[in-house]
């Protein structure tokens, strides 16, 4: 079997340096209806985020192309790291999510990075939570988590704070205001 075959069945992604995106296709659509990607109709493609790629890339979905070089999971990782300090954080928590089968989408703000389906919900209801990630031993002021608590609950979403340990393992915690007036 040739390249062109056993690369026939995958979706074949473009990096350009700056945005990594798919022709509109029956497979990019297929791709699309299941969460992965952005369309772009104005230029007639899907854009990929970075973590969605690299998932992609990783679990054999796609090849990724950069002129005419098809690139290793490393190689579009290095790539891409410049672009965020934070992207290793970030896509383990994205892998961690869609291995436990959610629908992950791009969130609002590096601070809230993901929105997450309940399981099949996508595409008939809102997202249901807000990502808020952290790496362990970086400090974050309880100032700055109530302010994402409020942005949260003033779009009517459920703030999960998801902490990435050394060993590339994510805890997540709900994060809710309690009222103790009434109590």
Request: hydrophobic share 40%; with cysteine; proline share 1%.
């Amino acid at each position: 079997m040739g390249l062109g075959e056993a690369l026939s069945n995958k979706l074949e992604l473009h990096f350009d340096g700056e945005k990594i995106y798919a022709e509109v296709s029956e497979l990019s659509l297929a791709f699309l209806s299941k969460g992965y990607g952005q369309l772009d109709k104005e230029n007639g493609i899907i854009v990929y985020n970075c973590a969605e790629a690299l998932y992609l890339l990783e679990n054999k979905m796609a090849f990724v192309m950069s002129g005419n070089s098809n690139m290793t999971f490393n190689e579009l990782l290095y790539a891409l790291e410049s672009k965020s300090e934070a992207l290793w954080r970030d896509y383990v928590i994205y892998r961690d999510l869609r291995n436990r089968r959610y629908t992950v989408k791009e969130g609002f703000s590096p601070d809230l990075a993901f929105r997450v389906f309940e399981r099949g919900e996508f595409q008939k209801e809102t997202a249901k939570y807000l990502i808020a990630p952290l790496s362990e031993g970086k400090s974050v002021k309880l100032s700055k988590l109530k302010h994402l608590l409020s942005i949260c609950r003033a779009l009517k979403k459920d703030m999960v704070i998801s902490v990435v340990d050394r060993r590339n393992e994510v805890v997540y915690y709900l994060a809710s205001q309690v009222d103790l007036k009434n109590v």
